[in-house]
């Protein structure tokens, strides 16, 4: 079992910024990518961003193209998520997930790729 510890989150106006971060605290298994995704009350979880572990291949959604940035440090098994500009409609609960080295792979945008998941912080843009 690997716990991931989120922190970050927070009450912004829009236009504002906020940065994420995720540590993956166990080192037991190897870490093949880490990735965001966010939920709001009534709606499907919807991934965010994603980067492979080893080479650094960064995903975005759409949404969040040229707003949000998503890096790692590979050494802390530690992800962040950079929120620029940010907009009502980013207002969810962001959650990071890890994908398990050897674990089946389904593609950056699935829930079924990843093994761990964090508990959740909460992001609240207001008008």
């Known amino acids: 079992q690997v716990p991931l510890v989120e922190s970050g989150g927070g009450l912004v106006q829009a236009g504002g910024s906020l940065r994420l971060s995720c540590v993956a605290s166990g080192r037991t298994v190897s870490t093949y990518a880490m990735s965001w995704f966010r939920q709001v009350p009534g709606k499907e979880r919807q991934f965010i961003a994603a980067v492979m572990w080893s080479g650094g291949s960064t995903y975005y959604a759409d949404s969040v193209k040229g707003r949000f940035t998503i890096s790692r440090d590979n050494a802390k098994n530690t992800v962040y998520l950079q929120m620029n500009s940010l907009k009502p409609e980013d207002t969810a609960v962001y959650t990071c997930?890890?994908?398990?080295?050897?674990?089946?792979?389904?593609?950056?945008?699935?829930?079924?790729?990843?093994?761990?998941w964090g508990q959740g912080t909460q992001v609240t843009v207001s008008s």
């Open positions: 997930a890890a994908a398990r080295g050897g674990s089946p792979w389904f593609g950056y945008a699935y829930i079924k790729s990843y093994t761990y």
